[in-house]
């Protein structure tokens, strides 16, 4: 790296593509989990989402983090869940590794 090389984490100067690439690429291993819900129109959604993680054991809690569509809208995951307040996290196994890094 050259010595007048700068490189900004001030989340203001960087797009959010390039900061989503930055944290993907420096908090790892990243769980991944699949997340299901039903519209409240009872359409069933399964997506897999690497934005969670434990808080606390007591109470019992869970974060995850949405982000929106390329399109500035909400993903359908987070719709669902204030829509009808239900969702299930669905734990990857070895047998799906494969197909939910790639």
Same mark, same amino acid.
């Given at each position: 790296?050259?010595?007048? *090389?700068?490189? +900004? ?8 593509? %390039?900061? $989503?690439? /930055?944290?993907? !690429? ?10 299901? *819900?039903?519209? +409240? ?8 989402? %690497?934005? $969670?993680? /434990?808080?606390? !054991? ?45």
């Amino acid at each position: 790296m050259k010595e007048n *090389t700068k490189i +900004s984490i001030i989340p203001a100067e960087i797009d959010q593509s %390039s900061r $989503y690439k /930055l944290l993907i !690429s420096t908090i790892v291993p990243r769980p991944i989990a699949l997340i299901s *819900t039903i519209s +409240s129109s009872g359409i069933d959604n399964l997506a897999p989402f %690497s934005s $969670y993680n /434990l808080v606390t !054991s007591d109470p019992m809690s869970i974060v995850v983090s949405f982000i929106q569509k390329n399109t500035g809208k909400e993903k359908d995951t987070l719709i669902n869940i204030l829509e009808t307040g239900e969702f299930c996290i669905n734990s990857v196994n070895v047998s799906m590794m494969d197909k939910i890094v790639s």
